[in-house]
């Protein structure tokens, strides 16, 4: 019965999916250009991520050179940032998950129309520029699935602190941060190069799908 619903909403959802994309190639908007707009989104929404998550570290890191006194109203303003930073990953996974259903769509109907061709030397041609597409999408979405990745970890620190430092607004709540920002520090670091680097795959897609007509 499990098995019977999970096909019968993967079909339902492959059903809605085609036939929006047919209703939006009749008002002209093939499948290439809501690709690209979603790879646009997406890259959008990583550099956003980007941004919030520096911004969060930049507060996680003025608590530790604050009083104790201080300490509630530096918790509300970094337990802030956690929520937008929580958003902002959100927007991230769903911009990549909506990626994918008209990828496949497009590859699907570039594959199909390969046998409509007469001429053998296009055919090959256009069949050569499917195959470089695909890989070149894979590698978008490995590089973009891999700094999507680096942003729980970061999440999971960042809420285990603003979690004690709630009920912990005294000197040792400020030990305990100070201990975690070096690891923190890097650990952003590493997430804001992979999404730098995502966000370039995500340029030079965009421009290969442009070319390719």
């Given at each position: 019965?499990?098995?019977?619903?999970?096909?019968?909403?993967?079909?339902?959802?492959?059903?809605?999916?085609?036939?929006?994309?047919?209703?939006?190639?009749?008002?002209?908007?093939?499948?290439?250009?809501?690709?690209?707009?979603?790879?646009?989104?997406?890259?959008?929404?990583?550099?956003?991520?980007?941004?919030?998550?520096?911004?969060?570290?930049?507060?996680?890191?003025?608590?530790?050179?604050?009083?104790?006194?201080?300490?509630?109203?530096?918790?509300?303003?970094?337990?802030?940032?956690?929520?937008r930073s929580e958003a902002r990953a959100k927007e991230v996974r769903d911009r990549i998950g909506s990626?994918?259903?008209?990828?496949?769509?497009?590859?699907?109907?570039?594959?199909?129309?390969?046998?409509?061709?007469?001429?053998?030397?296009?055919?090959?041609?256009?069949?050569?520029?499917?195959?470089?597409?695909?890989?070149?999408?894979?590698?978008?979405?490995?590089?973009?699935?891999?700094?999507?990745?680096?942003?729980?970890?970061?999440?999971?620190?960042?809420?285990?602190?603003?979690?004690?430092?709630?009920?912990?607004?005294?000197?040792?709540?400020?030990?305990?941060?100070?201990?975690?920002?070096?690891?923190?520090?890097?650990?952003?670091?590493?997430?804001?190069?992979?999404?730098?680097?995502?966000?370039?795959?995500a340029d030079a897609f965009i421009s290969t799908m442009q070319a390719v007509?």
């Open positions: 019965m499990r098995l019977f619903l999970f096909l019968s909403c993967a079909l339902a959802l492959t059903s809605c999916s085609s036939v929006y994309y047919g209703a939006m190639e009749k008002i002209g908007i093939p499948k290439r250009q809501i690709l690209v707009e979603r790879v646009e989104s997406a890259r959008g929404a990583q550099q956003a991520a980007k941004q919030q998550f520096a911004s969060a570290l930049e507060h996680f890191l003025s608590v530790t050179k604050v009083p104790p006194t201080e300490l509630k109203g530096v918790y509300d303003r970094l337990n802030d940032e956690l929520k990626i994918d259903s008209v990828a496949q769509a497009l590859f699907g109907e570039w594959n199909l129309e390969l046998a409509q061709y007469s001429n053998p030397a296009l055919r090959a041609q256009s069949e050569r520029q499917l195959d470089a597409t695909k890989r070149r999408y894979a590698e978008l979405m490995r590089v973009m699935n891999v700094a999507a990745d680096r942003m729980e970890p970061v999440l999971v620190t960042f809420r285990d602190q603003v979690l004690f430092l709630k009920h912990n607004l005294n000197a040792q709540a400020i030990a305990a941060l100070s201990s975690t920002s070096q690891n923190l520090q890097q650990d952003i670091g590493r997430l804001i190069a992979d999404m730098e680097k995502s966000i370039k795959e007509k």
